[in-house]
């Protein structure tokens, strides 16, 4: 998932994209630091959010060169704390999916990307930017390659995901996992060593005497 971000302020930018690539969801910031350069670009297709800072928010040239380029992804705008409100009646009208005012944290402009992302779900987990899981298609990919889960697979890999980077216990994988059954530990054991073979490692690390935890680590 790649996000375009044009921020001047290099501190924030930084914060941002720091932040952003610690969440769960790995994501690829391109980013800009001065408004020429996205003058520059020829197409914005590629893009799945636009964060922009732009030095006249009001006027829709900017806007209508990304839609006319092939930039169709919900647009972001981040506007300077001093800006004045009659401005805001005009950034209405031009439609804006979110508008953020300085000064922000970097968590709160997370969740707003996460939800025009579409991806404030528990199905789509990322690894790397390469490397993900889909729960939905019980799909693993591996850049080019594609992995398929059985049910009690992918179920297992969508809890640890999910508590990533926090470890589950057996209790919890017999509860999430094997519902109204009440599966041995050898049997749990069994089940992440079939997943684990099918994986790239290390993927999921065991504790002992506690339960398991997936390692969310980007060299994978």
């Given at each position: 998932?790649?996000?375009?971000?044009?921020?001047?302020?290099?501190?924030?930018?930084?914060?941002?994209?720091?932040?952003?690539?610690?969440?769960?969801?790995?994501?690829?910031?391109?980013?800009?630091?001065?408004?020429?350069?996205?003058?520059?670009?020829?197409?914005?297709?590629?893009?799945?959010?636009?964060?922009?800072?732009?030095?006249?928010?009001?006027?829709p040239?900017t806007?209508?060169?990304?839609?006319?380029?092939?930039?169709y992804?919900?647009?972001?705008?981040?506007?300077?704390?001093?800006?004045?409100?009659?401005?805001?009646?005009?950034?209405?009208?031009?439609?804006?999916d979110?508008?953020?005012?300085?000064?922000?944290?970097?968590?709160?402009?997370?969740?707003?990307?996460?939800?025009?992302?579409?991806?404030?779900?528990?199905?789509?987990?990322?690894?790397?930017?390469?490397?993900?899981?889909?729960?939905?298609?019980?799909?693993?990919?591996?850049?080019?390659?594609?992995i398929?889960?059985?049910?009690?697979?992918?179920?297992?890999?969508?809890i640890?995901?999910?508590?990533?980077?926090?470890?589950?216990?057996?209790?919890?994988?017999?509860?999430?996992?094997?519902?109204?059954?009440?599966?041995?530990?050898?049997?749990?054991?069994?089940?992440?060593?079939?997943?684990?073979?099918?994986?790239?490692?290390?993927?999921?690390?065991?504790?002992?005497?506690?339960?398991?935890?997936?390692?969310?680590?980007?060299?994978?």
């Amino acid at each position: 998932m790649r996000i375009l971000l044009l921020e001047p302020d290099r501190a924030l930018a930084m914060d941002m994209i720091r932040y952003l690539n610690e969440c769960r969801l790995k994501m690829e910031i391109h980013w800009l630091e001065k408004e020429e350069e996205l003058t520059q670009m020829e197409s914005f297709s590629d893009y799945s959010l636009f964060v922009l800072n732009l030095s006249e928010p009001t006027n829709p040239c900017t806007m209508r060169r990304i839609r006319s380029r092939g930039g169709y992804a919900p647009l972001m705008l981040i506007l300077e704390a001093g800006i004045d409100r009659s401005a805001f009646k005009t950034l209405y009208y031009l439609s804006y999916d979110d508008i953020m005012v300085k000064n922000f944290l970097p968590e709160e402009i997370t969740f707003k990307i996460y939800k025009l992302c579409n991806v404030w779900n528990d199905d789509l987990f990322f690894i790397s930017n390469h490397v993900y899981f889909d729960f939905r298609k019980s799909r693993f990919c591996n850049k080019k390659e594609e992995i398929y889960l059985g049910k009690k697979e992918a179920l297992l890999l969508q809890i640890l995901l999910l508590k990533a980077p926090h470890w589950v216990s057996h209790e919890e994988i017999a509860c999430f996992v094997y519902s109204d059954e009440i599966p041995s530990e050898e049997r749990i054991r069994s089940l992440v060593r079939q997943l684990r073979s099918k994986l790239p490692s290390p993927l999921i690390e065991c504790i002992k005497g506690e339960g398991y935890r997936a390692i969310m680590c980007s060299s994978i």
